[in-house]
């Protein structure tokens, strides 16, 4: 069984459509990052294990679901869920850790239609993964709010940032490791009706995962 990380914060309408669309053999694990609209009612509702994470930020969500995910299959998947990706793509991303052909797939977005990726934030994204592969030398093109690895890889990697910066501090991780890390297209879709993203949403919310994430790069 392969555990799904879904860092949440007010995501109840996304994750009425997005849990029972997860594969088989893929199981989600709701990390409730504060929300105040029932998530965590939902996702349990929906057969979902849900982890309450009082510290605020997508790191902090993102490493506690890593940290509960079950060892045995090894691979851990982390997908937004506000309804932007369709975990009918899981898979994909999945597959090329399964076989060994990467230590680290990433999900490159390709939004379905016009208005999906905001051009503020598009631009934000494009400039930042330019710079990591001048930087590092990897082939991304995004920075990976789709992706998977093996769970101890993951942790072994000591990732500190508990903010928007963790995407970034992953790769760059990824790239001084020395790992394998190949980016798969996946589906960018409008959310779900009711939710907002924290980054993309608003000028503000990009401004501000550029800010952590350029720290990082800072460092």
Partial sequence: MTDVVLP????????????????????????????????????????????????????????????????????????????????????????????????????????????VWPPHARLGNAVLARRLRRTTGLRVHDIGPMRAARRDDLLDLGLVDRRFGYPLELLIAAAGAGWEVTEVDVAYHPRAAGTKSKVTGTIRGTARAIRDMSAVLAR
């Fill in 8 to 115: 949440c914060l007010n995501e109840a309408p996304a994750l009425a459509w997005l849990l029972p669309r997860m594969p088989a053999g893929y199981r989600p694990i709701v990390v409730d990052n504060g929300s105040t609209d029932g998530s965590a009612q939902v996702a349990r509702g929906l057969g979902a294990r849900v982890v309450a994470v009082p510290r605020p930020g997508y790191g902090a969500a993102v490493h506690a679901g890593t940290v509960a995910a079950d060892p045995v299959d090894g691979i851990v998947c982390v997908m937004d869920a506000d309804g932007s990706f369709d975990p009918a793509d899981l898979p994909s991303v999945a597959d090329p850790v399964r076989a060994g052909a990467a230590r680290l797939a990433v999900g490159r977005r390709r939004p379905v239609g016009r208005g």
